[in-house]
């Protein structure tokens, strides 16, 4: 073989071991096997890869190979566990403003007061209520308003779970809530037993949480509602569209199937109002109070609010007064032992009275709302200055008051009832009124329980 010959012979032979040995440095991680580890600078640990592409994404498959990276660092971490499912809801900006004290808001109880007449943002979730006076205005959305009237609450998200999804939506928990809706989409608004949709209209939603009955009245447009007849399954009725001046109520089970002889999940005329007031008002007296401020409300929209839904009102004061009713004894046999909420309703049915009454020991701003327990306040009557008189109590009466007559024969049927001996006085004007109180605060005269003028009636 010549020269040039073996001199090729041995490239060849050369560039097959070569070719050998990077294949065998391919097979060993890149590097010959008897080879030692090369020292390199100590690293930091790589970045980990994000919760997207780079944890999920194969290698590239053209990239050269480098020296493995220790176990660790390469392991892709567990794909985490799937959340609990939830139901999405729709967040629309939501404010709150009160339009009359006393008004609170929060998401947590207690509920601080709100001590501001402009609207400031309410949280999702978050909790409205009022107290006697108490009004407030809810905006969502910019298009939906809805009135938090006195004695009643209203919670920023629905009622039931499964609704939750819309963002135009509340949940009356108490009392009432007055709705004008103009936004273009659906609006959700609910009670615990019933729950209303539409997509324009002027209603109200009244809860009584008591009796769970919820009355729709519809002032315009029309509704959709669905009254629950099972609380603990959440079983719905069949709906009903209810009309503009057209009302319906609904209450779970069957004691509330009607009212006064109208039926419970039908749309009925807004004049059945008068058969249905008389059966719940002396149980809710606010009753008279909520249609008042709605007709407020509805007639600012230049719509009618028919008359016989909001009542006259007015307020009467009245006192306990003598040594008597110092004693914390005979303050609780007076505020629980007489039904007020009765008294006004049998007095002035056709009128909304708030009951003012003072004693030595508190003034109770509406007496219709003291509870009442004529067995815990029965034999409470242990006061000295009762005994002394043999038990009796005058009622002051104005004697120019065409009422006087009705209120004396409902009060000593409640004093009687308590054990006392009602007697009636009268006073023709204030000086006599205030002559007849000093006497009996020195204890000269019996205990006094007196009864102001009944105001005229204005709208």
């Known amino acids: ?15 097959a071991v070569l070719a050998m040995a990077i294949m065998a440095c391919s097979l060993t991680g890149g590097q010959p096997t008897d080879a030692p580890a090369t020292e390199s600078p100590a690293q930091t640990a790589p970045p980990a890869a994000s919760a997207t592409t780079e944890a999920t994404s194969p290698p590239d498959a053209s990239a050269t190979p480098t020296t493995r990276p220790t176990a660790s660092a390469t392991s892709i971490p567990p794909s985490p566990t799937a959340p609990p499912t939830t139901v999405a809801r729709v967040e629309v900006p939501s404010q709150v403003r ?38 407030a205005e809810v905006v969502l959305n910019n298009c939906l308003r809805i009135f938090v009237f006195q004695l009643s609450s209203l919670t920023r998200s629905t009622c039931r779970r499964a609704d939750q ?13 007055t709705v004008i809706n103009n936004c273009t989409s659906k609006v959700k608004i ?29 002032y315009e447009g029309e509704v959709d509602v669905q009254g629950v007849t099972d609380m603990s399954s959440g079983q719905m009725s069949g709906g009903s569209t ?11 089970g069957s004691q509330w199937d009607n009212i006064n002889g109208i039926p419970a999940r039908e749309a009925q005329e807004m004049s059945v109002w008068e058969a249905i007031r008389p059966e719940l008002i002396v149980r809710y007296p606010y009753l008279d109070t909520w249609m008042d401020s709605t007709g407020e409300v509805i007639r600012a929209q230049n719509l009618d609010f028919q008359s016989y ?3 006259p009102n007015g307020t009467v004061q009245m006192g306990a007064v003598g040594p008597a009713f110092d004693e914390p004894n005979e303050n609780v046999m007076l505020t629980q032992g007489v039904w007020w909420s009765d008294v006004e309703h049998s007095v002035w049915p056709d009128q909304n009275v708030r009951l003012t009454l003072t004693t030595p020991l508190e003034t109770v701003e509406d007496a219709r709302i003291l509870e009442y327990n004529q067995e815990a306040a029965q034999g409470l009557v242990t006061s000295t200055s009762f005994q002394d008189f043999d038990y009796v109590i ?4 104005d004697g120019n008051d065409p009422y006087s007559s009705l209120e004396y024969v409902k009060l000593s049927d409640y004093f009687q009832q308590l054990g006392l001996n009602p007697e009636p ?18 204890g000269d005269n019996p205990p006094l329980f007196w009864v102001g003028t009944t105001p005229e009636w204005v709208n």
Not at 98 to 111: D, E, S, Y
Not at 243 to 252: I, K, R, T
């Open 1 to 15: 073989m010549d020269t040039k010959g073996n001199r090729t012979m041995r490239l060849l032979l050369a560039g």
């Open 98 to 135: 009160r339009l009359n004290a006393a008004v609170f808001t929060g998401a947590r109880q207690p509920l601080p007061a709100l001590d501001q007449d402009g609207f400031i943002t309410l949280d999702a979730n978050a909790l409205i209520t009022t107290d006697l006076n108490g009004e």
């Open 165 to 177: 999804q819309s963002g135009l939506a509340a949940c009356s928990t108490g009392g009432i809530a």
């Open 190 to 218: 609910e009670s615990p037993s019933a729950s209303v949709t539409t997509d324009g209209t002027m209603f109200s939603l009244i809860y009584l949480p008591e009796d769970q009955i919820s009355l729709l009245q519809v």
């Open 242 to 252: 209810v009309e503009q001046d057209n009302l319906w109520f609904s209450a779970p």
């Open 309 to 311: 839904l909001d009542k």
């Open 394 to 397: 005058w009622i002051a009466l």
């Open 425 to 442: 006085s009268y006073y023709y004007d204030n000086d006599s009124l205030q002559a007849l109180i000093a006497a009996s605060e020195t």
